[in-house]
């Protein structure tokens, strides 16, 4: 902890009891220290992306296709404290959770859905938690996709369809960083040509007819990473939908974009292509499978990607991480960024 001879303790049950030392940051960018002097005052930029959800699969009907998985909740505070704020002690420990991408589902029936992602947060008595939620698997046939952060797709065969799932489920209030709370649904109904899945949502909006909902980009590491992009659906006989883009990263059939998985197709060798996994550590949905219309066979769906935490301070703060997965590093602007990418505990 830095040597402060009086400290300032924030939290839900805690008062401001003593005054700051005369010193101030500088930082004036983001708001560390901004228009005020002292000691770190304990306000903290975060941001908390969940797991993507996982695409559905299916082979029965020979025709059908598994929808793609919604991209994981997203919440930040990064650029500027906008919305929920996150305000920290020195001395202070914290659980950091970091979901897991949900799991695919190639199960050869029509009720199959892919699994919905672990939620991400940061939680503890004193502070005001922050709650990511995981990203919603794709649907079947006969089963929606599932709600979350982002919701999943739903699923496709000449005969029926599913409904996609909500997204910002549970809710989270809107704010300027981030519009759809924390998530959006995935698209609405496409129309039935080839068997086309729905996709799932993402972060930045909801899915549709053409490719997964987008995600977003966040510099918050120092440097522009997208985040939480929704999942293709699958197709039959024809190549599945593109994966979500992020921070406007175009979205197409054969990339993930940031993070997203594309669907998968089989039944035209010119165009059979597996699903893609969310990429780890971003979010990303898990592409949903397609399959053969001559026979009960299908491509494989995907599984979503794992989410992430990522902490950013003032370069005096102290910042420690376990396990040693997980890793602190100080920017070229002097503040530190604590990033978790598996579960763990954070130290101020």
Do not use: C
């Amino acid at each position: 902890m830095r040597d402060l001879n009086n400290k300032l303790i924030s939290g839900k049950n805690t008062k401001n009891i003593q005054s700051k030392k005369n010193k101030s940051f500088g930082y004036q960018v983001l708001g560390f220290g901004a228009g005020s002097v002292g000691g770190w005052d304990g306000l903290t930029e975060y941001l908390i992306v969940a797991g993507g959800g996982g695409g559905a699969g299916n082979a029965s009907p020979a025709s059908a296709s598994g929808g793609g998985g919604g991209g994981g909740g997203y919440r930040t505070s990064f650029p500027g404290f906008v919305g929920t704020t996150l305000t920290l002690a020195e001395g202070g420990s914290y659980p950091i959770t970091v979901g897991g991408g949900g799991a695919k589902s190639d199960s050869p029936n029509s009720n199959s859905q892919g699994a919905r992602g672990g939620d991400s947060s940061i939680t503890h008595p004193t502070i005001t938690d922050i709650v990511s939620t995981g990203g919603g698997g794709g649907g079947a046939v006969n089963a929606s996709g599932l709600p979350g952060g982002s919701g999943g797709g739903g699923g496709n065969s000449p005969g029926s369809s599913s409904s996609s799932g909500n997204g910002n489920t549970p809710p989270v209030s809107a704010t300027p960083v981030m519009p759809g709370g924390q998530g959006y649904p995935g698209s609405t109904s496409y129309p039935n040509y080839e068997s086309i899945a729905v996709p799932g949502g993402g972060a930045g909006g909801a899915g549709s007819s053409g490719s997964g909902g987008v995600g977003l980009a966040n510099s918050i590491t120092g440097s522009p990473v997208g985040y939480s992009g929704g999942a293709g659906g699958g197709a039959a006989g024809w190549a599945g939908h593109g994966g979500g883009g992020g921070g406007g990263q175009p979205n197409t059939s054969s990339s993930r974009g940031f993070g997203a998985g594309h669907g998968g197709a089989s039944g035209n060798p010119s165009r059979n292509q597996n699903a893609i996994t969310g990429a780890d550590n971003t979010g990303g949905g898990g592409g949903g499978g397609g399959a053969i219309s001559s026979s009960p066979s299908a491509s494989p769906s995907a599984n979503g990607g794992s989410g992430i935490v990522v902490i950013r301070t003032p370069g005096d703060v102290n910042l420690g991480v376990s396990p040693g997965t997980n890793s602190v590093a100080t920017l070229p602007t002097g503040e530190k960024v604590a990033t978790f990418t598996v579960s763990g505990t954070l130290t101020t």
